[in-house]
């Protein structure tokens, strides 16, 4: 059934919030897919006031999406059980890690551990939580919560070093040597990690506690082991998992979301950047979008390499004082899933799929293809640093943020929720936007990259796939420092 067949329960309720008035039109929605199992509320919003910052759809050139938690939904749960089991099985029967805990159930009280943003102390065998000024708020050693007073000495002034890089540039720990001493764990695929991770810490202090802990080599591995795009066509375990059950691992999209999609296209220039490979994302897009998903993007770039696709280069020197990555990917053609020859941005066609590649050549590609010199690109993403935090730092592109624990953690004025809210939530970590404390609430650091270098924070695309491109949307503004891009509402959490 589609959101317009439906039949309309009224009801038309005024909420004064944040200084803006939203008249909610609640519809009774069964849909298909079981991304949401209960009522669903779709959101009328009057145009803000002229003082306020806003941005529309329509303003800009070229509307980019990344695939992966951001147009394609996953089941959540399954998708982070499947991973655990996998890197678990790999630590223990080829790491020879001892089984003791990591084999341990798999129970609501033990994923309550994870939460997406946590970041890892390989050394110490901590995992922090920091808050918007880069002060590590909460950490563990293995699964133990320190006590203030260990963190304090840990951490002099609740401060590292390392993660004093990462808060003035979270580019800087991506890779080198500052990649060996940390690792922030941002999306769904390496949550489980946090857990594994600090599990091995506690099995460890258990036999022999060490003085540096050496795991992380061992989960790299453990990770390239499972996610390598050569794993797809091998049959490796986490492929061969979705490839023979998708509807267990996938959600697909509705139409409402496709047809917006479309729209987009006829109005705009749309694309796709995706770290997945071709044969992945394939077979991933043509389950959730239908065999033709190509049709819905004039540009598919694939293995892209995320964040270094969107690094400056020598190719394109851009003064701003950063070190930048010698040199940039080249785009490569594709002929199948196979990649070939590299080829330059003057060969980029409208309709066609690349693998790999770097913005500077596909800006050049948008240039010609929409006859503007400086075409305005809007991005949606999941990843903070990825999707969000260098392509607006290094490339000033305007970011739609996509946020899941925004519905997880539930909205002001909402009743939607997530179905996957019990393994995103966690009660050990707190909300992911922000921080509790006994005079109040503060910004998690999470949430104050979400304000900086986001436009609009949304919980799924499909929210703002109701919405008229030309229809102003409010959106944060540094400037002001307001909390307005929430869309279509602000998290629980800071409504306090
Ligand atoms: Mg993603």
């Known amino acids: 059934m589609s959101m317009r067949q439906l039949s309309l329960i009224f009801q038309t309720f005024n909420v004064l919030d944040n200084h803006l008035k939203v008249v909610f039109f609640s519809y009774k929605v069964i849909f298909k897919t079981n991304k949401f199992d209960c009522q669903k509320r779709l959101f009328c919003v009057f145009p803000p006031p002229r003082n306020m910052s806003t941005i529309r759809l329509c303003d800009y050139d070229c509307v980019g999406f990344d695939l992966d938690n951001t147009l394609l939904q996953y089941n959540i749960t399954n998708l982070i059980t499947l991973e655990y089991q996998l890197l678990v099985d790999f630590l223990v029967d080829m790491k020879k890690y001892s089984p003791k805990y990591l084999k341990e159930p798999f129970t609501e009280k033990v994923m ?102 050496n795991i992380w080599p061992d989960i790299m591995e453990g990770l390239t082991h499972i996610f390598s795009r050569e794993q797809f066509q091998n049959n490796g375990d986490f492929f061969s998992a979705l490839k023979s059950n998708p509807e267990k691992y996938l959600h697909l999209c509705s139409s409402d979301t496709i047809s917006w999609i479309r729209e987009l296209k006829k109005k705009r220039k749309n694309f796709l950047i995706t770290g997945s490979n071709a044969d992945f994302i394939d077979f991933t897009a043509g389950y959730a979008f239908g065999k033709d998903w190509r049709s819905l993007f004039d540009i598919v770039v694939c293995y892209a390499k995320k ?56 800006t050049d590609f948008f240039t010609r293809i929409t006859g503007k010199n400086n075409p305005k690109c809007l991005y949606l993403g999941d990843n903070l640093i990825q999707d969000v935090y260098v392509p607006n730092a290094f490339r000033d592109c305007d970011i739609i943020v996509v946020v899941d624990e925004q519905l997880a953690e539930k909205m002001v004025h909402h009743e939607l929720s997530h179905s996957d809210e019990i393994i995103i939530n966690s009660k050990f970590w707190g909300s992911y936007f922000s921080l509790e404390e006994p005079e109040g609430y503060r910004d998690s650091y999470w949430n104050h990259i979400i304000r900086n270098h986001s436009k609009v924070c949304i919980p799924k695309v499909e929210v703002i796939a109701t919405i008229p491109l030309d229809q102003p949307i409010e959106c944060f503004d540094k400037e002001t420092k307001n909390a307005n891009g929430y869309f279509p509402a602000k998290p629980l959490s800071l409504h306090v």
């Open 112 to 213: 309550d551990f994870m939460q997406k943003g946590l970041i890892l102390d390989f050394d110490r065998g901590n995992i922090l939580k920091l808050d918007a000024s880069g002060r590590i708020w909460r950490a563990s050693h293995g699964t133990k919560l320190l006590t203030l007073e260990e963190l304090e000495s840990t951490y002099p002034g609740l401060r590292w070093d390392v993660t004093d890089k990462f808060f003035q540039d979270m580019f800087s720990t991506w890779n080198g040597e500052l990649s060996l001493k940390i690792r922030a764990l941002l999306d769904y695929f390496d949550m489980p990690v946090s857990l594994i991770f600090a599990k091995i810490v506690d099995t460890l202090d258990e036999e022999q506690k060490p003085s540096v802990y």
């Open 307 to 362: 964040p270094g696709f969107f690094v400056p280069t020598g190719r394109d020197f851009v003064p701003t004082g950063r070190d930048f990555l010698p040199t940039g990917r080249d785009f490569l053609r594709l002929e199948g899933y196979e990649e070939k020859c590299t080829i330059e941005a003057k060969e980029l066609k409208e309709g066609g799929i690349y693998s790999q590649g770097n913005w500077k050549e596909l």
